[in-house]
Nanobody, 114 residues
Framework: QVQVVESGGGLVQAGGSLRLSCTAS????????IKWHRQTPGKQREFVASITGGGTTNYRDSVKGRFTISRDNAKSTVYLQMNNLTPEDSAVYYC????????WGQGTQVTVAS
């Protein structure tokens, strides 16, 4: 059973930074693709960033240059470094682990105050 746990959310002022963490257990972590998504009330969950086992990254346009996704396979953890945050980045952020199946964490709230 794969378990996915996110952490690192919180309240930050506009222009500030946060680092989210996603830890997955119960899988060969280095072979997984990890994605971050986010969701605000009344809206569909949207893709934010992804990283393959080999380290190839991809970002939605609105976060390019501000967010950085990275992974530490030894710790079975993926990070999302978020800089220069804006109120539009406020959302619940979800980690998505892709193996032969897909797994989601419970989400972590990010609130950016203007």
């Amino acid at each position: 059973q794969v378990q996915v746990v996110e952490s690192g959310g919180g309240l930050v002022q506009a222009g500030g930074s946060l680092r989210l963490s996603c830890t997955a257990s119960g899988t060969i972590f280095s072979l997984t693709i990890i994605k971050w998504h986010r969701q605000t009330p009344g809206k569909q969950r949207e893709f934010v960033a992804s990283i393959t086992g080999g380290g190839t990254t991809n970002y939605r346009d609105s976060v390019k240059g501000r967010f950085t996704i990275s992974r530490d396979n030894a710790k079975s953890t993926v990070y999302l470094q978020m800089n220069n945050l804006t109120p539009e980045d406020s959302a619940v952020y979800y980690c998505n682990v892709l193996t032969s199946r897909t797994y989601w964490g419970q989400g972590t709230q990010v609130t950016v105050a203007s």
